[in-house]
């Protein structure tokens, strides 16, 4: 027999050479094994009034001319009585059975382990660790023998009947023994969830989905003080009655409401406990009730920014934007480095600009695009990999900022960087055509199609014919412009009113098949009846045809239907006034669209040509073409 001799010094190194190595697991399952030391060391006697550890001598070295069979033996006060001596032969056999399954040496570890079993099949950790060994390697009967053993050993655990529910449910098809086990776990431990958890797998397993809900009702019964329990009952309930596309009854999710209450009677001041309940009522949008128990977290974790996010994502939900945005703030204040914060601050003033302009409050709403843009390109700074980011930025320089040399700045080099996008070509190809680089435009507009195309992608809509047809009309491709538009009416007919009423102004304004022109903005105001700018048209249209009057009507009518002034209908009613010979009524309306439009050139030198000829007196007077 093996001279075992049990040394503290010995032990606290195994231990300490896992924990640094980071094997979490062997440092734990070496710890089963202290309680077999502590009774192996108990005989040992410990010298009177000593403090420190003894320091042991070791035995002598053998000599070149000792004899090779010498075994020197142990000291009187290491040796152990047999009992004892088994259970620290079972310890060396453990540390042993570790180090094989590190090594990968599986087969031979399941035989050291099932040494220590053989000593003490009550240390149910290692019988649990060998019976999920023995089951991954396809040996169900082992497994079940290992674990039967250990609840004889142990039969007020319920691990071990845990473990022979799985295997019996799982991999040898018996529902019958599988249910039998779990009940049994969870008579043993009703406050132990994964009991529960087990029982109602199997039951939703054999389909009988009215049995697994009857599971849950029975852990409700359970008189667990552990929030983790009940969040975790909350989690399954809500797993069984939300359905994909399908909103839980009320009854149900008051049901589920009343386990993460219950979870909240007993959080404390637990952060991470009364996050996980705020983040349920959240993504069950039930946000009134989110918002306060993050508003806890930040009392206790004021540092939490994740949860700062959660809040302020709350307060965008219930309409609470300043909050939100005060929020957010605050966040980047901290954190500068995040860019979600800077997403979502953006995305946050973006819209509240969008509120200002349709209320028709010019200037602030350009601020707020112009803050919404800063917050965009500071994300794209930190983390420029997101293309919607790129692309929500891109949309603001085009638009409102009217910034359409830097997008196609932007543009031009986030298209090499998300390469199979072709969103980003029909941007690019927008921002050209806003830049005033018209032949650009409808080539990269060209391209967008093709990859659009090639890609299967959804960006071929009316809008982007619609877009495509107002590049070749500044092209001065009036046909191809025409072609995309009607593409544009033919994708969506019901919406087509913007592109009816383009073609007819076009044509129109070129002096081209007014007849036609005159049909198609007759549809788009059939469509929307009082829309200015349709009405503009028309009105221009008529001053096309020598109709005069009947044009200042319809332009005069177009001022009074418009949500705010427009330099071309002011100009279109000077021109028309000038043709009816009102010139002072001219001069005024021209003056207003100058003022609106300071860079037209044209417009100006018609002002001051009409000026110049009203100084010389009515003999001298012209009507301005």
Partial sequence: MRVAIVDLTVLE???????????????????????????????????????????????????????????????????????????????????????????????????????????????TELALRVAALLSRAQDFPRAVDVLKDAIKAKPRESAPYLQLSFIYAKYLRKPEQALKYANQAVALDPKNFDAYQRLYEIELTGSDSRKALQVLERATAATSEDPAFWIRLGKLYASAVYKEGIQPKPEELRQVNEFFKKALTYAGDDSAVLKEIADYFAASQQIQEAIPLYLRVLELQPDDSNAREKLASGFVLTNQRAKAIEMLQEIIKQHPEKYQAYDLLGQLLDEEARGLARANQIEPAKAGFAKAAANYEQSLLINPGRANICLRLAELLIGPLRESERAVKLLTEARQRFVHVPAFTYYLALALREAKHPQQAVTTFEEALNEAEDDNEGILTARFYFDYGAAADQAGLYDKAAELLRKSIALDPANAAEAYNYIGFMWADHNLHLDEAEEMIGRALQLDPNNGAYLDSLGWLYYRKGKFDEALKQLLLATQNLTRDDPIVFEHIGDTYSKLDRVPQALEFWQKAVALDPGNKLLAEKIEKTTTTMSKGPAKMNRID
């Avoid at 070496?30 to 108990?42: H, I, P, R, S, T």
């Fill in 13 to 123: 190194m195994i231990l300490e050479e896992n924990w640094r190595t980071g094997s979490v697991r062997r440092f734990l399952l070496c710890g089963v094994f202290l309680a077999v030391f502590d009774a192996a060391a108990a005989p040992v006697p410990a010298p009177p009034l000593a403090k420190e550890r003894v320091i042991r001598t070791a035995p002598a070295r053998k000599t070149t001319s000792q004899d090779d069979s010498f075994v020197p033996s142990p000291a009187k006060d290491l040796s152990l009585e047999p009992g004892n001596a088994r259970k620290a032969d079972a310890l060396a056999d453990f540390v042993e059975g570790v180090r094989l399954e590190e090594n990968a040496e599986m087969e031979n570890a399941l035989i050291t382990y099932q040494k220590v079993l053989n000593v003490d099949p009550g240390q």
